[in-house]
């Protein structure tokens, strides 16, 4: 039985630590209920997890006595309410008390569906004789739902008292703290979380065996008021705490900055959201469980797989529904099943499913009351790095097609009855020898066009201009083919497993094609496939310790996976100091369906670095490929100190929008700004434009640039000699004036060595202190001191939620600091973390910071990289768990952290009635609108109806051209009448030696109703390879470089879907 966790907010699929179970236990054996009516003090016993319950279970009903039990039914507070409104309230106080109102409602809500659960279900079930259930089993089905209602009982005590005070008050969000922080709130949800698969599990099988438990149950439901069943009431503790989450979000929307309430609403929401976390985590580790469980009873105790299954080496990473089907020779779809696909750390496990109830109609009556869970026989089951994944195009490049047999050796006889029922589906295997022959025509047609340059006359309609005509239309219907091939397989998963050899020993492979429920399944399946097989390389196994007090080193299955160790510059013999990276993210319309599942963030790395008298160095490498690979390097006069990546604006910053309107050549396209040792600022265009110097400016007595940030309206320059330089943004080609004297903002004596860059500020350190500066006004705000040592400098922040965290020139703690107030909020010592990993290393330093999705990434003087979660939300970013240290890390200090992040077309993501749409829609268009090409549907309908296919390009007539026309028909009357062809930049299919790198790529749309999929990646800079986990640093693999050469290590993220 599957149930889905539900622990966090639509869109929010997050993963946390395990409860740290010792102070659990701590926290647990002295707590003590108090109650506003006498009632006995009750403990708990210390039980956790489905397994623990089974033992538990099978004890006597004596020892089960020793749980003194608290009568929550007798505590009745008081029922909270707001009085009526006063006069002169802002509309944020009004919306407020809405808001609160909600909170109140949702509350007594959940607190009676508590009570539902115990009165009309447990209560009667143990009075009840003869028995339907057990005492026993009950204990076991109600886990811990007494003990949730106490507490909320509890929190609804005291939100009365605070809802009568709220007009002279307004503040909640401390009663959030203090109710939901305590470890006992986590350990009662965790052990009901945990239990609750156990607890489903024994109400499926009663139901299945005791026809009067599932008429008890059918009766209940009847005759309750909203015919809620008991699945029903029994699931909303797993989805309470999104929607405290959802309506403190709210609330914190409405609650203006310096209120009393907001600092607490932010610390209330990091509360919920790590209690969220951790509970979600352990939601998935029971699930996980409870699959593998249920899959190791179909399979023989005596297997070679059972023995897999139960050593306790296997993390279940992906379990879905598929159904898999079967074609025929000529594409056509012959049958389908169902089946479960199990995806484990190291193997692929295919199973059938079967359904066996006593009728079917008993097993609807059920269903109704409790999902059930099905039975699975193994189908087959393959070593995953075995396994390979086959796209339309890949036919007969990566394996040899005459030892490919496709599934099922009765295909012939499926093969009749499909053509007797007229049902014959062509599948991607024509499309592809369309796409070939286009791709042949394509070189014929280039052979024309040279043979027409050697053309001798002139003529109208056969000249140079018209034959790139017919090149061009050629590339656009190879796309247009592309897209169809790409449509063809967003939701088709081809599989090539390995075979027994045939009779002569030769081995034989096998095809299996899956259809999975929607293009996200087929883009999770494709990348946790790829990322599980990197995760067997040696340098990942393991790849992260996790320091918990059960010393367990195996690393969550969300960890990033380290994907490749490359040279950071070319001429490796220079051994250039690294300065900076960026990324410049650009969507190649080129890749395939599974190549942008399975590839690195799109885009390029710039990497800037130096030495000193040698001068600087760009490296470019492309992102666009199975591995990174250097595509551009260029000299400087002086080291790269820092990097900016300048995207392009939104709506609404640019400053002069008329101007931008009424030049669109002028159009501010995506720049990289690089700071220079000898104080120069330099200003680049992308990749695919070039990489050309589109500006350079000199800072303000030639001082070095330590650092760049930049604000819709400014790019910030932090100099050596504590000055920070602001340049305004302009609405020309070159986003920033940096011809003009920039604005000098003086913000201490010392060098300016980190910026950060706010909603509306921006913070400038100078030594311990940070200057807070109005990003639109450049007035210095206020200032505050991070460090009590005047020696120490600030050389690190990032931002979290409404936190910064800082790192220091010395020591090896952070510290978090608060955006509004600057309060000083928590202090981490990184090199507690890495004790274990470093022993005898006392001092340690940090230097370097990031934060992406819910995790901290914190690089040391070491070459020790430490992960720490972070909340994601509007709330407080405090570090709660012990994170991970990574075992891959580099021989010297971590000069950078940096992000790549990439959005995948949303044209994945188009459904079919999209698709349906989609020529209707363009039809409606006028041709001079009609921008896009058209939908693979309608022009794949042209080229299999229509004998030819009409080469143009929307290009203009040939009439404005030299020289008589070539026809043999009379010319066309000037009447207007005649075929006018808008004009199209034909650049974005600009073909090259290497399309990859050079093509250019139009701006994908981003509906805001589609979903979008974020690829990202974490790459390290510093000095060589160093694997920590082994004592020669690092065995096997050879290290790409040496210990003393700069090194890029790149970190692939699972797809966030």
């Avoid at 499926?204 to 009847?222: N, S």
């Avoid at 779809?333 to 009728?359: H, W």
């Avoid at 239309?473 to 083919?481: D, F």
Wanted: net charge neutral; glycine share 8%.
């Amino acid at each position: 039985m599957e149930t889905r966790a539900a622990w966090l907010p639509p869109g929010q699929e997050w993963a946390g630590l395990s409860k740290d179970r010792d102070s659990g236990r701590a926290d647990r054996a002295s707590w003590r209920p108090r109650t506003c009516c006498s009632v006995a003090p009750c403990s708990f016993p210390l039980i956790h997890g489905p397994t623990d319950l089974a033992e538990h279970s099978s004890d006597s009903e004596e020892e089960d006595m020793g749980l003194l039990e608290v009568s929550v039914t007798d505590i009745k507070p008081p029922a909270p309410e707001l009085g009526p409104m006063p006069d002169g309230l802002s509309p944020q106080q009004v919306v407020r008390r809405h808001i609160l109102g909600s909170i109140v409602q949702s509350e007594g809500s959940y607190v009676e569906s508590l009570k539902r659960v115990l009165q009309d279900y447990r209560n009667p079930l143990m009075e009840m004789e003869p028995k339907v259930l057990s005492a026993r089993k009950c204990q076991v089905v109600f886990f811990r739902v007494k003990e949730i209602l106490h507490c909320h009982s509890m929190f609804q005590i005291a939100l009365s008292s605070r809802v009568a005070e709220w007009d002279s008050t307004e503040k909640i969000g401390d009663l959030f703290v203090a109710s939901f922080s305590k470890s006992m709130v986590l350990d009662v949800y965790s052990d009901y979380v945990n239990n609750f698969t156990n607890a489903m599990s024994i109400i499926k099988k009663a139901c299945l065996t005791k026809p009067a438990f599932l008429e008890f149950l059918k009766r209940r439901q009847v005759c309750s008021p909203d015919r809620v069943t008991l699945y029903g009431l029994m699931v909303k503790p797993i989805q309470r705490f999104p929607q405290f989450i959802l309506l403190l979000q709210d609330m914190l929307k409405n609650t203006p900055r310096g209120h009393p309430d907001r600092l607490s609403l932010q610390l209330a929401l990091t509360e919920l959201e790590t209690l969220a976390e951790k509970l979600n985590e352990q939601k998935r580790l029971a699930d996980q469980v409870a699959e593998i469980q249920q899959l190791t009873k179909s399979v023989s105790d005596r297997s070679s797989l059972n023995k897999l299954l139960t050593s306790g080496q296997r993390q279940l990473l992906l379990c879905e529904t598929l159904t898999e089907t079967v074609y025929g020779d000529r594409g056509q779809l012959i049958k389908s099943k169902e089946r479960r696909v199990f995806l484990l750390n190291d193997m692929l496990v295919c199973a059938n499913i079967n359904f066996k109830p006593a009728n079917h109609r008993g097993q609807l009556e059920i269903s109704s009351l409790v999902p059930l869970g099905p039975k699975y026989v193994v189908k087959w089951n393959t070593a995953l790095p075995q396994v390979q994944v086959v796209e339309v195009g890949q036919d007969g490049g990566s394996y040899d097609k005459d030892n490919v047999l496709i599934q099922h050796a009765g295909t012939k006889k499926a093969s009749a009855a499909g053509q007797a029922q007229n049902k014959v589906y062509f599948g991607p295997p024509r499309l592809f020898q369309e796409l070939q022959d286009l791709q042949k025509d394509l070189a014929v047609v280039e052979q024309i066009t040279f043979l027409i340059s050697t053309l001798h006359g002139t003529y109208q309609n056969l000249n140079m201009t018209v034959a790139q005509d017919w090149c061009l239309a050629l590339q656009r219907l190879m796309r247009v083919k592309e897209e169809e091939i790409h449509s063809a397989n967003k939701c088709r998963l081809r599989l090539l497993l390995p075979g027994k050899p045939d009779k002569s020993g030769r081995p034989i492979s096998f095809m299996v094609v899956f259809i999975t429920p929607n293009p996200l399944s087929k883009i999770s399946w494709v990348n946790r496939l790829h990322l599980a097989k990197i995760g067997l390389r040696e340098e990942n196994q393991p790849g992260w310790l996790c320091p918990d007090e059960d010393k367990k080193s195996r690393a969550p299955f969300w960890c990033p996976i380290l994907a490749c160790c490359i040279p950071a510059f070319s001429p490796r013999g220079l051994s250039l100091q690294l300065g900076a990276l960026v990324h410049s993210p650009v969507n190649c319309p080129l890749l395939g369906f599974s190549a942008v599942s399975t590839s690195l963030p799109q885009g390029y790395l710039w990497v800037g670095g130096g030495q000193e008298g040698a001068g600087g160095q760009v490296e470019i490498f492309s992102l666009n490929r199975p591995s990174p690979r250097t595509v551009k390097s260029f000299p400087l006069a002086a080291p790269v100190l820092c990097m900016e990546y300048i995207p392009e604006p939104e709506e609404g910053e640019s400053g002069d929008e008329s101007h931008v309107a009424a030049e669109p050549s002028a159009a501010v396209h995506p720049t990289i700004c690089l700071g220079l040792q000898d104080g120069s600022i330099l200003v680049y265009g992308s990749v695919d434009t070039g990489t050309q110097c589109l500006a350079t400016s000199r800072s303000p007595g030639l001082q070095p640039v330590l650092c760049l940030r930049h604000s819709p309206f400014h790019l910030f320059a932090g100099l050596q000699d504590g000055t920070v330089a602001a340049y305004p943004r302009t609405s020309g080609g070159v986003p920033w004036d940096l011809e003009s004297p920039p604005v000098c903002l003086t913000v201490g004596p010392g060098p300016v060595r980190t910026l950060l860059s706010l909603e509306d500020a921006v913070w400038a350190s100078c030594g311990p202190r940070v200057t807070v500066l109005d990003a639109t006004s450049l007035q210095t705000q206020q200032s505050f001191e991070a460090h009590q040592d005047e020696a120490v400098s600030v050389t690190h922040m990032v931002k979290a939620g409404s936190g910064v965290w800082m790192a220091f020139s010395s020591g090896s703690s952070i510290r978090l600091f608060h955006t509004e107030t600057l309060e000083h909020l928590q202090e981490i010592n990184i090199a507690t973390r890495t004790t274990f990993l470093l022993p005898g290393q006392k001092h340690l330093c940090v230097t370097s910071l990031l934060i992406c999705q819910g995790l901290l990434w914190v690089g040391t003087d070491q070459g020790v990289i430490v992960l720490l979660p972070v909340p994601r939300l509007e709330g407080i970013p405090k570090i709660t768990g012990k994170g991970m240290v990574s075992l891959n890390g580099h021989c010297g200090p971590v000069a950078f952290l940096a992000v790549a992040t990439s959005i995948l077309a949303p044209d994945i993501l188009r459904s079919d009635q999209e698709e349906a749409e989609g020529p209707r829609a363009e039809e409606d268009k006028p041709d001079g609108q009609a921008h896009e090409p058209p939908p693979a549907s309608r022009v794949g309908r042209e080229l299999t109806r229509k004998k030819g296919i009409l080469l143009q390009y929307r290009l203009r007539s040939t009439a404005h051209l030299p020289g008589p026309l070539l026809s043999v028909r009379e010319p066309a009357p000037a009447d207007g009448s005649a075929l006018e062809h808008s004009e199209e930049d034909g650049s974005i299919y600009e073909m090259a030696d290497d399309p990859d790198v050079w093509v250019r790529s139009r701006p994908c749309a981003r509906d805001a109703h589609r979903k979008e999929i974020c690829s990202v990646a974490i790459i390290s800079g510093g000095q060589g390879y160093r694997n920590f986990g082994s004592a020669s640093g690092g065995s096997g693999r050879p290290a790409p470089c040496g210990e003393t050469d700069s090194a890029l290590l790149i970190w692939q993220v699972p797809l966030t879907l």
